[in-house]
C-alpha cells in the first residue's frame, strides 16, 4: 500500500496530485466547451482559450503517473482495471455529447479506456516482460490497441504511462521518458506546459494524502454532463 500516513511529509501527496489533474482537466473542458465557442463570435476569446487549452496540459501525465503509482501500491489489480473499464463505459456518452455533439461517436473514446489499456500493458509487461524486445512489443501492442480504438492521446498516451511505470526507480530515465512521449503527444508549442508535469512528478512523495474515493472518477462523466448542458444554454 502507499507509505502509512503519519507526521505531515514534505513534497505532494497522491491526493495533492490527482486534485492538481482533476483542477486542469476542467480548466481544458471549459475552454473546449464554452470558451471556444465565445471565442468564435469575439476572437478576443482566442487567447484565454489558448491558455486554458495550455494549462489542461497538465492532466493527462498526472493522470498516467498516479495510474503507474496506483498499479504498484493496488491490491487488486483486477478490481482496479475493471473499475476503469466500468467509468469508461459510463463516460462514453458525456464524452461524445461534448466532443461531438452526438450521442454515438464511434471515431473518439473517452481518455478511461487509455488509461485501462496502460493497466493491461503493465500488467502485461510485470508478467511476460522478460526482455526488452518483449517489453516493447507489449507496450507497441497496447499503444496500437488505443490508436484503433481511438481513445484520447491514442498510441503515445498509452506508452506514456507504460514508461512511468517501467522507469518508476530510476528518476532520471522516467524524466527523459516522459518528456520523449510528451514531444509525441504534443508535437508543438503545447509540449512546453506538459513538461511542467516532470517536477511536479519529482515531487511526490509516495503518500496518499486524503481519501478522495470514487467521487473522482464520477466527476469526469458528471462535469462532461454539466459544461454540455451550459454550452446548450449559452451557445
Known sequence: MFQQEGRKAAGLTGAMLKMTAIAAMLTDHCAVALVYPAASEDPRWFAPYLVMRAVGR????????LLAEGFFHTGNRKRYFLRLLLFAAVSEVPFDLLLFGRVFAPEGQNVFF???????????????GQNS??????????GCG??????DYGFFGVVLAALLWLFRNDREKRRIGAAAAGFAIYPNVMCIPYLCFIPLMERYNGRRGMKLGLWAYWFYPVHLLILKGLQLLLF
Open 146 to 151: 488505443a490508436r484503433l480504438l481511438g481513445s
Open 114 to 128: 487509455t488509461l485501462a489499456i496502460g493497466i493491461a500493458v503493465m500488467w502485461g509487461m510485470e508478467r511476460y
Open 58 to 65: 497538465l492532466a493527462f501525465p498526472i493522470y498516467c503517473f
Open 133 to 142: 524486445l518483449r517489453i516493447a512489443a507489449i507496450a507497441a501492442a497496447g
